[in-house]
């Protein structure tokens, strides 16, 4: 059993391995997933900016030409720096204009302007464009002395207007009443110049034509019969270029309305307080150059200065994937202060993180689908997540596995939307807590969902488990449950194997259960060492794999009789160590079932009527009736034809003494074991064929009653004789015929066996080279207490050529009569021989 243990644990070892080996392959997945995301965002930025620098260029040719074309520039402005939208003007003017008078023929003198208040509007309908080059013409109207040359007043057109606030007439004059009746009724007033071109880097707009600069001079300010007119246009064509040229600089500040007061821009904040993370990338990169770095404040590092101090200010609302974020780093801050209301996956992010224990009540979840691995190794983590809304998530696999001091608050948790719950609190030691308001009616996966969750045994018995296909391991090692399972709706479920393997103090009512569509039952109950519950009219004819079911289920002796097996191809160690069974299964259809090695082993109560099983498709008994000290049912009509390992079989079987005598074991190649301390048989062997056998170590070993006749046998094959009849202390069969030329052990092969005094003289033990010899087993090198305690062996051994062996210690030790002469024997070779005679080589 402790060989069995130590296999058991080994394979434990190698899933704990195989599974830390799957994350670190995902986890390399993912890291070269991220490393071609980052070098295909490096591509297409760079073809971007090729792009556009293509454009620029083509657009400075294409202004070159347009302004080539126009006739008497009067001001040109280039600027290559601001990105301009198409812009709408108004200017406005706090103070009257001045204005020389004009002659009679003369030269019109220049307007000034005083203190013009500039205020720039996007109109939104077109795209911002490099404010490239602006040309302003001159006017071609001659110089007017009166306002009614005007084509259309500005203050009919208000009055026409139905969006205008204010209908009544305007006041001659720039006064201020005029200003806000302007703001008011025109937002945004397009300033137009004679003829304005701007060039952008998709079209040439061209703004409308001069009469309308003539009706907005006219009709927004009636000027005295004194001003000069003609100049006065050619001031305010020159301020317009200038109100786009500042407008320019608006790109950079908030939208403004029209106001007669000046606007002040506000300051930015620093960039180091204001940047956020726009990727996990970015994130992740920032956040190993921060836990790489030894560094107290913001100054002393640049992630600092970059992204703010300490990490718990970062800004990564925009980030919308964490996973494995932390994952395998040395990392305990706070990050409290997060906003992850943007993240969908958190998948892996604490994983192996095992220094973190961090307040995260607070988190924003609500967007998050998938949560599996995500405190998977987070050892310290301990924190309260009652609050948190998983509303969303759909994926919970292995979430806290290996989450030691886990022991959380999850009972308001909505996992309603959760498909998957495999390996959720796997090793998580401490955990405890109420689920039992849980709906899991959209889970699908419960595999070893609780395994090795040593202190859980809350209340599960309203769960809605109607859609689980997979529930194998599911309380595997919970030691401690023992939860009521009765009203499970199990009827969707596959596989069940392992599922309550080492739950000790598990014995619930599982008799109603409908686990017709169940393949795998493999070590369902093994070491459930709690369990008899009812299961007789479970529906198990789709099962096909039966290994362990009640492995070392010590309490359990349920009845069985009626079960339907006949799909069933595996029953290896089914009932071993269930020391309390004895149920009847006389009627199972066994078929089908190829292993039944182990099947009883250690089932000592167990002697039921096995005579109709049809084992004609089984190829391994091997260690199937050891230790079944009660066993002794009639198996002589069994058909064993095609068994090739019967290693044990019946090994410890204390009771058992069957008639095997019309056994077919033509194709057996161990029977080492078969028979060791199986004190009462005495069964007719003589007329087995035993010619492919090649192991006969212990195969009567202890067997205290055993003394059949064996004298046929064809043991030509046999290799391995050691400790055969050791013990056997009623054995005397004549073995003179036996051919034990490929025997290469004999160590205590007749150890103990003080009825044994057979002749062995014609077996030949010599060289293979001395051909004239009848009969020879040149391969024996050790005959290590060969007679040991034969006290009633006095045979002839003159004959044998023990030249090979190299170890005779203790072989006739205690062989009390005998007095054979061994004067012949070379016992060159031979390099111990401690106690290997009592009486003198003569």
């Not at 800004?315 to 409290?336: A, H, P, T």
Request: aromatic residues 12%; hydrophobic residues 40%.
């Amino acid at each position: 059993m402790n060989y069995l243990q130590k296999e058991k644990e080994k394979e434990k070892k190698k899933e704990k391995t195989a599974h830390k080996k799957t994350v670190s392959l995902k986890k390399e997945k993912e890291k070269e997933k991220e490393k071609k995301e980052k070098e295909k965002k490096e591509k297409k930025e760079k073809k971007e900016k090729k792009e556009k620098e293509k454009t620029a260029h083509m657009d400075e040719e294409q202004g070159r030409n347009t302004f080539e074309e126009k006739e008497e520039p009067e001001l040109i402005i280039e600027d290559g720096d601001a990105p301009l939208p198409t812009a709408q003007v108004v200017a406005l003017y706090e103070e009257e204009l001045d204005c020389v008078k004009c002659p009679q023929d003369g030269d019109p003198s220049i307007a000034k302007i005083k203190k013009p208040e500039l205020i720039g509007e996007d109109d939104g309908n077109d795209a911002p464009v490099p404010f490239a080059q602006i040309a302003v013409e001159p006017l071609k109207e001659p110089c007017t002395t009166t306002a009614s040359t005007s084509s259309t007043s500005l203050a009919q057109r208000a009055s026409s207007s139905p969006s205008l606030v204010d209908q009544s007439p305007l006041v001659d004059g720039p006064t201020d009443q005029n200003i806000e009746r302007l703001s008011a009724t025109f937002n945004p007033i397009p300033i137009l110049s004679p003829t304005v071109v701007i060039q952008d880097e998709t079209s040439t707009p061209s703004l409308p034509e001069a009469t309308m600069v003539n009706d907005f001079v006219v009709d927004a300010f009636p000027v005295r019969p004194s001003w000069c007119r003609s100049h006065l246009r050619h001031v305010i064509g020159v301020s317009i270029a200038l109100v786009i040229l500042v407008a320019a600089v608006s790109l950079f500040l908030p939208a403004l309305t029209v106001n007669t007061t000046t606007r002040e821009v506000p300051s930015a904040s620093p960039l180091s307080r204001t940047k956020c993370f726009v990727d996990q990338y970015l994130l992740a990169t920032a956040l190993d150059q921060y836990i790489n770095q030894t560094c107290n404040t913001d100054s002393e590092c640049e992630v600092g200065k970059e992204y703010g101090w300490p990490i718990n200010a970062w800004c990564v609302s925009n980030v919308r994937d964490m996973s494995g974020l932390f994952s395998s780093k040395n990392f305990s801050e706070n990050i409290s202060a997060w906003d992850v209301s943007s993240v969908t996956d958190m998948s892996f992010m604490f994983m192996f993180t095992e220094a973190f224990n961090g307040d995260l009540s607070n988190w924003d979840v609500s967007s998050v689908t998938d949560m599996s691995f995500m405190f998977n190794g987070a050892d310290a983590f301990n924190r309260d997540l009652s609050s948190w809304n998983v509303s969303s998530v759909s994926d919970m696999s292995s979430m806290f596995t290996f989450a030691h001091d886990f022991n959380g608050d999850l009972s308001t948790w909505d996992v309603s939307s959760v498909t998957d719950m495999k390996m959720m609190f796997y090793f998580a030691d401490v955990f405890n807590g109420n689920l039992s308001r849980w709906d899991v009616s959209s889970v699908t996966s419960m595999t070893v969902m609780f395994h090795h969750a040593y202190a859980f045994n809350g209340d599960l018995s309203s769960w809605n488990v109607s859609l689980v296909a997979e529930m194998s391991g599911m309380f595997l090692n919970a030691s401690a449950f023992n939860g009521d399972l009765s009203s499970w709706d199990v009827s969707s479920v596959t596989v069940m194997s392992y599922m309550f393997c080492m739950v000790n103090a598990f014995d619930g009512n599982l008799s109603h259960w409908d686990v017709s569509s169940v393949t795998d039952m493999s070590q369902m109950f093994s070491n459930a060492s709690s369990f008899n519950g009812e299961l007789s009219r479970w529906d198990v004819s789709s099962v096909a794999n039966m290994n362990s079911m009640f492995y070392d289920a010590i309490a359990f002796d349920g009845d069985l009789s009626n079960w339907d097996v006949s799909s069933v191809n595996d029953t290896m160690y089914m009932f071993s160590g269930a020391s309390s069974f004895n149920g009847n299964l006389s009627n199972w259809d066994v078929r089908n079932i190829a292993e039944m090695s182990y099947m009883f082993y250690g089932a000592s109560e167990f002697n039921g009527d096995l005579s109709r099983w049809d084992v004609s498709f089984v190829d391994d008994m091997a260690f199937m009736f050891y230790d079944a000290f009660s066993f002794n049912g009639d198996l002589s009509s069994w058909d064993v034809s095609l068994v090739i390992d019967m290693n044990s079989m019946f090994s410890h079987a204390h009771s058992f003494n069957g008639d095997l005598s019309s056994w077919d074991v033509g194709l057996v190649i161990d029977m080492s074991s078969m028979f060791s301390h199986a004190y009462s048989f005495n069964g007719d062997l003589s007329s087995w064929d035993v010619s492919s056998v090649t192991d006969m170590s212990q195969m009567f070993s202890n067997a205290s009653s055993f003394n059949t006749d064996m004298s046929n046998w064809n043991v030509s094959s046999v290799t391995n004789m050691n400790s055969m009849f050791y013990d056997a202390i009623a054995f005397n069969g004549d073995l003179s015929r036996w051919d034990v030329r490929s025997v290469n052990n004999m160590t205590n092969m007749f150890s103990g066996a003080s009825s044994f005094n057979g002749n062995l003289s014609n077996w030949d033990v010599g060289s293979e080279a001395d051909l004239s010899s009848m009969f020879y087993v040149s391969s024996v090198d050790d005959m290590n207490s060969m007679f040991s305690h034969a006290h009633s062996f006095k045979g002839d051994l003159l004959s044998w050529d023990v030249s090979f062996v190299t170890d005779m210690s203790q072989m006739l030790s205690n062989a009390s009569v005998f007095n054979g002469n061994l004067s012949n024997w070379d016992v060159g070779s031979a390099n111990n021989m401690v106690t290997c005679s009592m009486v003198p080589l003569t």
